[in-house]
């Protein structure tokens, strides 16, 4: 079966300060890999999608970005954290089937002091 | 187009009671509505999903109402129990058939908050 983790769990960083959070997928192979941010338990929001190793999407410019050095590894980061990237980040899979079925990993909860 | 309406952002249902949540969207070619289930601190947990080829879906006390000509579908949970207390996300996407450049791509409501009562 497919699990996906995401770690660190939870994370308090200084505003300025770098950022890398990453998610890996076992028991499948390409994966389209999500990139999405929660803020205030409500609403997700795409940030980065990707279809393959080195591919990535962009769907809200910001002061993030990802990487994706291994077909099924997702890495979010930023050289330089604001306060506003607060959130929680989630990472998500699909497997390629017709209806396109996603499943989240456990979430990162980023708190920028 | 791109946007899914979610409603309503909460509600109160006592136990035993059927819980109602709707969602409307605009771009018509969405063709995968899938409803999501999270607990406070958790990913979202995949529900139940439904293709546009089909008014209902049912598993268990979860059905899905679909309603194409409207642009909208709903969550029905019957039966609703505490452990049901939740937040709800209803979302949108192309598939991942539409001429290979929607990669599944979710667009998601705002969520509503469902608190069942014993």
């Known amino acids: 079966s497919q699990t996906i983790h995401q770690w660190p769990a939870t994370l308090v960083q200084p505003v300025g300060s770098p950022l890398s959070l990453e998610c890996t997928v076992e028991?499948?192979?390409?994966?389209?890999l999500y990139w999405y941010r929660q803020a205030a338990g409500r609403g997700l929001q795409l940030l980065f999608y990707s279809v393959g190793i080195g591919q990535i999407s962009s769907e809200v410019p910001q002061n993030l970005s990802a990487s994706r050095p291994q077909d099924r590894q997702f890495i979010l980061s930023s050289k330089k954290l604001l306060l506003s990237d607060s959130g929680f980040y989630l990472c998500a899979w699909s497997g390629g089937t017709p209806m396109g079925e996603q499943y989240f990993g456990p979430g990162t909860r980023l708190t920028v002091t | 187009q791109q946007q899914v309406k979610q409603s309503p952002q909460s509600l109160i249902v006592q136990k035993g009671g059927i819980s109602i949540i709707n969602c409307a969207y605009e771009n018509t070619a969405f063709d995968y509505f899938p409803w999501y289930q999270q607990f406070p601190g958790k990913g979202p947990a995949l529900l139940i999903a439904?293709?546009?080829?089909?008014s209902e879906k049912k598993e268990g006390r979860f059905t899905i109402s679909f309603n194409k000509s409207a642009k909208q579908f709903s969550l029905h949970i019957m039966d609703s129990q505490p452990g049901d207390s939740a937040t709800y996300f209803c979302a949108a996407s192309l598939g991942l058939n539409a001429g290979g450049t929607s990669y599944g791509k979710l667009t998601f409501g705002q969520g509503t908050i469902l608190t069942v009562h014993p």
């Open positions: 028991g499948t192979s390409n994966p389209n």
């Open positions: 439904i293709r546009p080829d089909v």
